[in-house]
């Protein structure tokens, strides 16, 4: 962990200068002239000179700096860790319905205990780990994965009703979606086959699957014809159609068509009025 020296108390600063100017002053100095062949016989010779230095009493006190080390100090210290230190990078994520968070540096979703759903979090991370904490307690920890835009889960997090989509495949949503008409089952291959990654186009499907609900299975298949016929593998023409209710017209209208939707009138002028 990095200390930096107390907020308005500069004699932190003087203290560590002071250090360094002995340390100069009682290794340093004494060896300033002296000729080494080798690493091995400089440290030697440091190491010699630091601990008569250790050993000298302090002027105000009547112990060295070893005795004070061995009898206050020593008790305080705890054990290497295993791994070497890195710095921690932060970020703010809300844990989502599905019960991840999203990790924007690899556009990446890490898990969390289903329990924390909807709950603001904050995620630490180094170039090895991702951790999660709600309220500085860590609720989760995964290895950070080098590939960008996945879903690293940790089944332990996932509630009933979300563990079955840890079986969730391309074939599991085109036998679920059959059931609402063959166009339905067209346009969710569509989105499987679309998507680069397929956790995203299991979430697309999963939109499709809920329009059925509220629109029924028959208006959501002539809306999934009209969208495949305009070669539309979006989830929110879909939505749109069903909410402007126009699945059942001809055609749709496109914006960027050469044919004008402005009808003819004799007191509308076109360009050529104003050449």
């Known amino acids: 962990m990095v200390n930096p020296t107390r907020t308005y108390s500069p004699q932190d600063k003087a203290l560590v ?6 340390a100069y002053q009682r290794i340093f100095y004494p060896i300033r002239e002296m000729t080494f062949f080798s690493l091995g016989d400089l440290n030697r010779e440091i190491k010699k000179l630091l601990e008569r230095y250790n050993a000298l009493l302090f002027q105000r006190k009547s112990s060295s700096r070893k005795e004070l080390f061995q009898s206050v100090e020593r008790e305080y210290l705890k054990t290497l860790p295993d791994t070497s230190y890195e710095l921690k990078d932060y970020r703010r994520a809300k844990v989502q319905k599905m019960g991840y968070v999203y ?23 180094t170039q090895k780990i991702v951790e999660v904490y709600y309220h500085n307690e860590r609720i989760a920890i995964h290895p950070r994965s080098p590939s960008n835009g996945m879903y690293i889960t940790e089944k332990d997090h996932l509630s009933s009703t979300h563990k079955a989509q840890s079986d969730w495949s391309p074939e599991y949503f085109k036998n679920w979606v059959r059931k609402h008409g063959a166009y339905v089952e067209a346009f969710v291959d569509a989105l499987l086959k679309a998507s680069e990654y397929p956790e995203i186009s299991y979430k697309r499907s999963m939109g499709v699957i809920q329009l059925s609900k509220d629109y029924g299975s028959s208006r959501l298949n002539k809306a999934c014809k009209k969208a495949i016929e305009h070669q539309a593998d979006s989830f929110h023409v879909v939505k749109n159609i069903l909410k402007n209710r126009v699945e059942d017209q001809l055609e749709l209208f496109d914006p960027d068509a050469s044919q004008t939707h402005i009808p003819d009138h004799e007191n509308i002028r076109g360009s050529s009025a104003y050449q």
């Open 103 to 125: 990790f924007s540096p690899d556009r990446s979703y890490y898990s969390v205990p289903h329990r924390y759903i909807g709950k603001h979090t904050q995620i630490h991370y």
């Open 17 to 22: 200068e002071n250090a360094i100017h002995l």
